[in-house]
């Protein structure tokens, strides 16, 4: 019955987007609003139908698989739960879902609505993570000796039927071009391949740490993790390896495709990265000039095979992703800029939590002596001093490779989309916690002056806040002065024409990220499936020049079969 739970999520989710829209279009006469609505009401009940289908296919199959006397005896009221099921399922989801592919053979709007979309990239992601959930579970089974479990089976077989019909079945025509099942699945088997190399990692970890030292790890056994590992890597590998190394970047839409990379592979790997370094840092120093709780360095090291292994599956997802970018990108372009600022971004929150940390060490240490203990001081000005360790280099590395460029090209760099962002959301964030800090600071005091209990003890209740106040108020500050020098260089720059280009052309990923190299050209790429044919690289250098030309403010380019783009000028609607 876990199928038709998990199908039932996008029935809410679309049963929500019903009432919205129901209630905007409520009163006024829109034919095309109320054809939306009559749209979702037919996906609702297409998800509704396929669930109960589902639902009564799984049972029938668990009753197949079954073989334990005990269950065999429940089997009548099971097998007419699962034949009402299917018999009113299947051929209600059978005549919706014929009436569907007329009205997408009639009418080419059909594919593009919201409900079909909804409805294909849901059911198709949520029956492929369903798939590769039970199937993981199967295999752990059956490779640990434990007993068959028939519901699991049943599941990962009809999750499976259902990902294959809509793949390669009729409704596989009907993909949408903005690359969300790619997307989908792509993560869904990166994260079983991470969750992979974590649990091998480890498992060889904790067997050269067992080797090495006398202490007896709890938790799960080298065997067990080498077990998963296997699983993860069997289930995995083929979703990913479909999902993103089988089909090209053309399927994929160009700002989805960037989010994926940016998000799932650089973000992620970087933050697990210098999460796992931390904490290494962290149980090495407090060994050797902190206060440890364990008396053996076998014990207290228990952790490190762990951080060791969490730090490799970090740099792989990180290391790859960045390649994978740099790949694809050619000049200084916006994306190449947010993957310098989101790593920058990281070794900026690290450092600052570093500071922090270190503040709060401070007044902890001046503050009176029952409470600020000189042990507990240690271990906090250590795990101060790691967060700099980890985070200062990492900043400095990426913020200084940015400052370069700004120096290179003040006016371009200063004016990035990419910048602003950076530093408005940076500022914005510190000033935020750094005003509510310095209102719970003024609380306290205040509190205590009035009950006359001002003190030493003061100091100690208002360390945290009062290290925020102060730690957000140098990130603010330092940003605010980047963000006017930016202001200074761009009004002392003349004034640059942007140009907003839409791209229809054949897939080619260098087109536009060539024309979005060249200043004052914002792109917006729109693949042509029509036509094969790409454009060199003399080509985009003189495309740019006539879009530029133009002197409009947005621009059509359209590529035909020879790779001949033609630049036209509109005006939005």
């Known amino acids: 019955m876990g199928i038709i739970i998990s199908l039932l999520v996008p029935i809410v989710i679309v049963a929500v987007i019903i009432g919205v829209v129901s209630r905007a279009v409520r009163g006024r006469d829109d034919p095309d609003a109320a054809l939306s609505v009559r749209r979702l009401f037919v996906y609702l009940l297409l998800l509704a139908t396929l669930a109960i289908a589902a639902a009564g296919v799984q049972a029938l199959l668990e009753l197949a698989f079954d073989t334990e006397a005990s269950l065999v005896e429940e089997g009548s009221a099971r097998q007419a739960r699962g034949l009402a099921f299917v018999l009113v399922g299947v051929p209600s989801y ?165 989010a994926y990379v940016m998000v799932a592979g650089v973000l992620v790997g970087v933050l697990v990265l210098v999460g796992a370094a931390a904490a290494s840092v962290v149980a090495t120093l407090v060994w050797f000039f902190g206060v440890p709780e364990a008396d053996s360095a076998g014990a207290h090291f228990e952790l490190l095979p762990v951080a060791v292994a969490y730090a490799g599956a970090g740099t792989v997802l990180w290391a790859y992703h960045a390649w994978i970018h740099a790949a694809v990108q050619t000049g200084r372009t916006e994306p190449r800029r947010a993957y310098e600022y989101i790593v920058a971004g990281v070794g900026l929150v690290a450092t600052a939590a570093g500071i922090t940390i270190l503040l709060v060490a401070l007044f902890q240490a001046i503050g009176p002596q029952p409470v600020g203990d000189i042990e507990g001081n240690a271990n906090t000005l250590i795990a101060a001093v790691t967060g700099l360790l980890v985070g200062a280099p990492l900043w400095w590395a990426y913020w200084g490779r940015i400052e370069r460029h700004r120096a290179a090209e003040p006016g371009r760099e200063a004016g990035s989309a990419t910048r602003r962002i950076y530093t408005f959301v940076l500022f914005g964030v510190s000033a935020v916690v750094g005003f509510i800090s310095i209102i719970v600071v003024a609380f306290i005091v205040l509190e205590d002056l009035f009950e006359g209990s001002l003190s030493g003890d003061t100091l100690l209740d208002v360390r945290v806040p009062l290290a925020l106040v102060i730690t957000m108020g140098l990130v603010a500050w330092y940003h605010l002065t980047v963000y006017r020098a930016d202001r200074e260089v761009l009004g002392a720059a003349p004034a640059v024409h942007v140009t907003r280009v839409v791209l229809v052309a054949p897939a080619d990923s260098s087109l536009a990220a060539g024309l979005a190299s060249h200043e004052g050209l914002t792109v917006r790429e729109w693949v042509r499936l029509d036509q094969p044919g790409v454009l060199d690289a003399g080509d985009v250098e003189e495309l740019a020049r006539r879009i530029t030309a133009l002197a409009v403010p947005d621009v059509l380019v359209v590529v035909d079969a020879h790779g001949e783009p033609t630049a036209i000028p509109y005006r939005p609607s």
């Open 94 to 258: 059978v005549l919706l879902f014929r009436y569907l592919l007329r009205e997408l053979g009639a009418d080419p709007r059909e594919e593009r609505s919201l409900g079909w979309r909804i409805y294909l990239n849901l059911t198709s992601g949520i029956a492929l993570v369903t798939a590769m959930v039970g199937a993981a579970a199967v295999l752990l089974t059956v490779l640990g000796g434990d007993p068959f479990d028939p519901s699991l089976a049943a599941s990962v077989v009809v999750a499976a039927a259902i990902w294959v019909f809509h793949w390669f079945g009729p409704p596989g025509r009907y993909h949408p071009d903005n690359g969300l099942p790619l997307a989908v699945g792509s993560l869904a088997g990166l994260s079983a391949l991470v969750t992979a190399m974590v649990l091998a990692l480890t498992g060889l970890g904790d067997a050269v740490y067992d080797a090495l030292t006398d202490a007896v790890l709890a938790g799960t056994s080298v065997s067990d993790q080498l077990r998963g590992a296997a699983v993860a890597l069997i289930v995995g590998a083929p979703v990913w390896w479909w999902h993103w190394l089988h089909h090209d970047r053309s399927r994929w839409n160009a700002t989805l495709w960037h």
